[in-house]
Nanobody, 127 residues
Framework: QVQLEESGGGLVQAGGSLRLSCASS????????MAWFRQTPGKEREFVAG????????DYADSVGGRLTISRDNAKNTVYLQMSSLKPEDTAVYYC????????????????????WGQGTQVTVSS
């Protein structure tokens, strides 16, 4: 059973920082591509950042403007999203996602490119 569990969300003032974590189990984690998505009410779930199984390659949505960094610790089966200079428009539920492939070098930006999902963690940025 593949399980992904996000944590680290909360309420933060504009300009502040948060680090989201995604703990995984049941995956060949060190061989699995991972990603973060976010979703607000009435909008499609959108790609935020992705990282390959090796951690050698990463991809970011243009909208994050260099304020977010994705990383992984394969020894802990955990993916992180470091968020800084947060803006109210960053307010969303953030989801961790995993791809049902091993040792692939293509990072999809589409929701359908990932098979496993966590329940999400709320990030609220106040103005």
């Amino acid at each position: 059973q593949v399980q992904l569990e996000e944590s680290g969300g909360g309420l933060v003032q504009a300009g502040g920082s948060l680090r989201l974590s995604c703990a995984s189990s049941g995956l060949p984690f060190s061989s699995s591509n991972m990603a973060w998505f976010r979703q607000t009410p009435g909008k499609e779930r959108e790609f935020v950042a992705g990282i390959t199984w090796s951690g050698r390659c990463s991809d970011y949505a243009d909208s994050v403007g260099g304020r977010l960094t994705i990383s992984r610790d394969n020894a802990k089966n955990t993916v992180y999203l470091q968020m800084s200079s947060l803006k109210p428009e960053d307010t969303a539920v953030y989801y961790c996602a995993a791809q049902d492939y091993t040792k692939r070098y293509y990072l999809p930006r589409e929701r359908d490119g990932y098979e496993y999902w966590g329940q999400g963690t709320q990030v609220t940025v106040s103005s």
